[in-house]
């Protein structure tokens, strides 16, 4: 009842998510890696101010949408480096074969993610799936998103047939509002959020998912 609410407000006062479908969502689908001391895993658990993850994502059934992310936070600050992958680029790092791609790519962020997987061993670790509801306020560079259905898989080699078994990562019903801004959040939208939302907490996608998948192969 708190989503409907919030989603019939806020869709007044903000324009959706380029990537949203005919019923105003997209589904999200994220590879992530750790290296062999699940750096990422464990400076999220002990909150650490600075910390980073390596995703691949592509939205709905779409794997032409193929993209590696650096998403890094730095005392609560947070910032996202993005490049587009190919499919074979993308077979390259699943079968580790980085040496020739760090080499034949020209793109900065890409050679910086082959050095990561043959130095420090980054390999993908569990796969994040979620529904999507995205507003936008492109002027302001603000961003709401509602998260539902958030769930993780440990069958990594399927992550592009999407013909694997999720995990529910949250009690039926329950759902997680992001809100992205850069400087200042504007009145009328910290009145709505204010009123509709429940309560304020820490969620990582890859942090819990990773928890429940050890929950399931034990």
């Known amino acids: 009842m708190q989503l409907a609410l919030l989603n019939s407000k806020l ?6 998510d380029i ?6 969502m997209y589904v999200v689908h994220s590879l992530y890696f750790d290296d062999y001391k699940d750096i990422c895993a464990k400076t999220t658990e002990s909150g650490d101010s600075h910390r980073f993850k390596w995703r691949i994502r592509y939205y709905n059934d779409d794997i032409e949408t193929l993209r ?5 936070k730095q005392s609560g600050r947070g910032a996202k480096k993005i490049c587009p992958l190919t499919k ?9 074969n980085v040496e020739t791609l760090i080499w034949k790519t020209k793109n900065n962020l890409l050679k910086r993610f082959c050095s990561d997987i043959m130095t420090r061993y980054f390999t993908p670790k569990v796969i994040i799936d979620y529904e999507r509801i995205a507003y936008v306020e492109t002027i302001t560079n603000i961003r709401v998103t509602f998260d539902k259905n958030i769930s993780s898989s440990y069958e990594i080699d399927k992550f592009l047939t999407r013909d694997y078994t999720n995990y529910p990562l949250q009690e039926s019903g329950m759902h997680i509002v992001e809100v992205k801004f850069d400087d200042i959040l504007p009145g009328y939208l910290k009145n709505i959020l204010n009123v509709e939302c429940g309560n304020r ?6 942090y819990n998912g990773r928890k429940k998948i050890e929950e399931v192969v034990r």
């Open 19 to 24: 990537h949203s479908n005919s019923k105003d």
């Open 88 to 96: 074979d680029e993308y077979d390259d790092i699943i079968s580790g």
């Open 201 to 206: 907490i820490s969620f990582s996608k890859y």
């Open 11 to 16: 869709k007044v006062v903000l324009e959706n």
């Open 68 to 72: 590696l992310e650096y998403k890094e």
